[in-house]
């Protein structure tokens, strides 16, 4: 059965810190998302990373891809309130390309 | 800015009866799919479309279910007789190729 676990599933940091959000997938895929989503609201893409070793950056968000490692992180640099919001990773598990799974999603709440 | 659309953006109905999801994507794109997302999970993927014909589909979309794109613009998704697991948030995406999918703002289905 495929799984797409991330950790932790609830985070609590003060602004002004770093953490890292963990993707594990358990199928072959070089092809991963993440996702950011807000109470009561849709789905906004963060990151597309299409390949092993692929390192893509937004603003206080850098997200980074090991298909070997079946691994995806999520760091998060400095903190502010405003990232707030439930974090998703989702992999994309066909030759095909259209068959999606989600991790079970990471709440985190920054703490002023 | 192009969007995705969803309607109804609630939906109340009773145990047996069909509903029908309606999604407007994004006009240039060539991929759909259906989500759900029970109260304070994970996002699960229901169903794949491309070239008007479904590509994947998961454990989840049983007989049950059933999507159409009637007239080149619409993408719905039908539930024939819903029961009470049903209730849950779905949300409709698109996409062009290997970018990210472009998520909609959701129906909220109540079964009850």
């Known amino acids: 059965e495929l799984k797409v676990e991330q950790n932790p599933l609830f985070l609590s940091m003060q602004e002004g810190k770093n953490y890292t959000i963990y993707c594990n997938y358990s199928t072959t895929s070089d092809r991963l998302y993440w996702y950011r989503q807000d109470p009561g609201k849709s789905l906004e893409s963060l990151f597309v990373l299409l390949s092993n070793g692929a390192v893509k950056q937004e603003g206080r968000l850098m997200a980074s891809l090991d298909t070997k490692a079946r691994l995806s992180t999520l760091h998060i640099t400095a903190a502010v309130h405003d990232l707030s919001a439930t974090y998703f990773c989702?992999?994309?598990?066909?030759?095909?390309?259209?068959?999606?799974?989600f991790g079970t999603g990471t709440s985190l709440t920054v703490i002023p | 800015e192009p969007e995705v659309t969803q309607t109804p953006s609630h939906q109340v109905t009773q145990m047996g009866q069909e509903v029908i999801l309606r999604c407007v994507p994004i006009?240039?794109?060539?991929?759909f799919y259906w989500y759900r997302q029970i109260l304070g999970q994970k996002v699960e993927f229901l169903v794949s479309f491309y070239n008007n014909e479904i590509s994947e589909k998961s454990e989840i979309f049983d007989d049950q279910f059933s999507v159409e794109r009637p007239d080149g613009s619409n993408f719905t998704l039908k539930i024939r007789s819903t029961k009470l697991e049903d209730s849950a948030m779905y949300f409709c995406?698109?996409?062009?190729?290997?970018?990210?999918?472009?998520f909609g703002p959701g129906t909220r289905l109540l079964v009850l």
């Open positions: 995406a698109s996409r062009v190729a290997w970018e990210t999918q472009y």
């Open positions: 006009s240039n794109h060539l991929y």
């Open positions: 989702a992999v994309d598990i066909t030759y095909t390309g259209n068959q999606f799974y």
